[in-house]
């Protein structure tokens, strides 16, 4: 568990299920990741985090509200599984729509990547999103990341031409 001044990031509880599937159902949250999730997404998705966690001792954690407890959405560290970020540390966020422009995806993400300097071995942290996602991007600028154009690649779950198939990368070094 980590927290923060607002928030606390910790494993998946199965209360997160109906907040979590609420935030796959939204079209504005989903907006830069594809589909509408589904409850069966959903139920796969949150095994995925817990199999992270179990397997590798980090994961996208919840985030709680330390206020009221409400369910914010995730952020935290994994494997990365894709393109150039396959095998690499990726940090990566997603909150509900009524948490965004609050500061709270800046405190998590720098709270993972805190966590990730003081726990982890790796020489650098990355992410992805798409050109368009630009609140993503911007916070991994906010955050000292560097974008990497040598390694924007096409993300296999997109078809050439889809809006969401080109993914660009950013990465930080170790302090």
Not at 147 to 153: G, H, I, K, S, T
Request: hydrophobic share 40%; glycine share 10%; proline share 6%.
């Amino acid at each position: 568990m980590i927290e923060t001044e607002r928030l606390i990031l910790r494993g998946w509880r199965d209360e997160d299920h109906a907040p979590f599937a609420a935030m796959g159902r939204s079209a504005a949250v989903m907006e830069h990741l594809g589909d509408p999730m589904d409850d069966d997404q959903v139920a796969a998705a949150i095994a995925r985090t817990r199999g992270f966690q179990a397997s590798h001792g980090y994961t996208f954690w919840a985030i709680e509200r330390r206020a009221d407890g409400a369910f914010l959405g995730f952020c935290g560290l994994k494997p990365g599984t894709v393109g150039p970020i396959k095998g690499e540390v990726e940090i990566g966020w997603r909150l509900r729509e009524d948490a965004w422009g609050q500061g709270y995806a800046r405190e998590a993400a720098q709270a993972s990547l805190d966590w990730g300097w003081a726990n982890l071995d790796t020489p650098k942290i990355m992410a992805i999103t798409t050109p368009a996602n630009t609140a993503s991007w911007g916070l991994m600028i906010r955050l000292g990341m560097t974008r990497r154009p040598d390694l924007d690649f096409g993300h296999p779950q997109f078809q050439p031409g889809d809006r969401l198939y080109e993914h660009i990368t950013y990465e930080i070094a170790r302090p």
